[in-house]
């Protein structure tokens, strides 16, 4: 199969496409052929040696994919041959083929392609299960997104407007405000226009409700101080590369919640409601992903850049075969 190698830890151009045998078939697990994978920031990280985990090169970089199941073993169990599915691991996802475990995988539904299944994902996810069990996130409710561009927050955006909150996007540029603007924030700010506390402020003069921050570094206080008191702050990643250091009296005075995303810390019965709503969602059309980019394979180190180079808006992705057609 082609397969996409980091070859040695570096930027996106260490990157390089060669032939490689299928990966080994464990028990457990689904041999699926890709059609479409995504982009994420933290591909770059893995590549550069540079993200919380380590995987020694050579390796194939790529977290997040959809496409059909070509091999089972006995084990596996749940899913047939033919099934068209999403994914996501570590690695290994930027190839013809690629292997997970079952309990990794969910069914496309009917009438969804599959690069839109691959677009959704992880990000989609991400934001809708923040926005509901972490945020708390209401009808009427003040919702500050900040990397309002990105996978993340542009899916925040999206959904935070179909739960009825009134979204103000902060992002790095225009286009990216624009691209917000049309999902529904009304509220666009451009954080390289001036200081963003004060940015904040005038936007909106009683505050916010809730903050969600895929993107840490010099954002993160800003939008803290935006909060009324009570306000929700959730920390979902740290795109900037920067960890924010946070004034803890902030906290102490305006009596706010800041609270880190993982899945894993959602309440079961909220977990299951939180899907069965996205994916009414999805199969309704009511939230789209907005696909910013897409490359063949063979460009896979030209995607990472335009992912490493804060270019993307929305999702980025990596088109394989005769499946992976953007639609």
């Known amino acids: 199969m082609l397969a996409a190698v980091c070859t040695a830890y570096g930027p996106p151009e260490v990157v390089r496409i060669e032939e490689r045998e299928d990966p080994t078939l464990d028990p457990g697990h689904a041999m699926v052929r890709v059609q479409a994978a995504a982009v994420n920031f933290p591909d770059v990280l ?3 040696d540079r993200y919380q985990i380590s995987v020694p090169p050579p390796f194939v970089p790529g977290s997040e994919f959809a496409g059909v199941i070509e091999q089972l073993t006995s084990e596996a169990v ?18 013809e083929r690629v292997t997970v475990a079952t309990a990794g995988l969910t069914r496309i539904p009917e ?27 209401s009808p ?4 500050i997104v900040l990397g309002a561009g990105g996978g993340v927050g542009l ?27 049309g999902y529904g924030a009304t509220g666009l700010i451009n954080h390289r226009n001036g200081d963003l506390r004060a940015l904040l402020r005038e936007a909106l ?16 206080e800003p939008a803290l101080r935006a909060l009324r008191r009570g306000g929700r702050f959730v920390t979902v990643g740290y795109a900037s590369g920067v960890i924010p ?17 993982q899945f894993q810390d959602v309440p079961a019965a909220e977990f299951t409601r939180n899907e069965d709503e996205l994916k009414t969602l999805l199969t309704t059309g009511r939230v789209m992903p907005h696909i910013g980019a897409s490359y063949p394979l063979r460009d896979t180190a030209q995607a990472l850049r335009h992912v490493a180079d804060g270019r993307a808006i929305g999702k980025v992705l990596i088109v394989i075969g005769d499946g992976g057609q953007v639609v």
């Open 140 to 143: 009427g409710d003040e919702l």
């Open 111 to 137: 009438g969804v392609a599959a690069p839109t299944a691959a677009a959704f994902g992880v990000a989609y996810r991400t934001a809708h299960h923040t926005l509901r069990s972490v945020a708390r996130v």
């Open 205 to 220: 003069p009683d505050g916010a409700d809730a903050v969600v921050d895929p993107v840490g570094g010099a954002l993160s």
């Open 78 to 95: 749940g899913f047939a041959v033919g099934d068209r599915v999403v994914g996501a691991g570590l690695c290994g996802a930027f190839a």
């Open 46 to 48: 893995l590549i550069a």
């Open 155 to 181: 899916a925040a955006v999206q959904l935070g407007v179909a739960i009825g909150a009134r979204v103000t996007a902060v992002a790095s540029s225009r286009e990216k405000l624009e691209v917000a603007a």
């Open 245 to 261: 250091r946070i004034p803890l009296n902030l906290i102490l005075v305006k009596g706010i919640r800041v609270v880190g995303f």
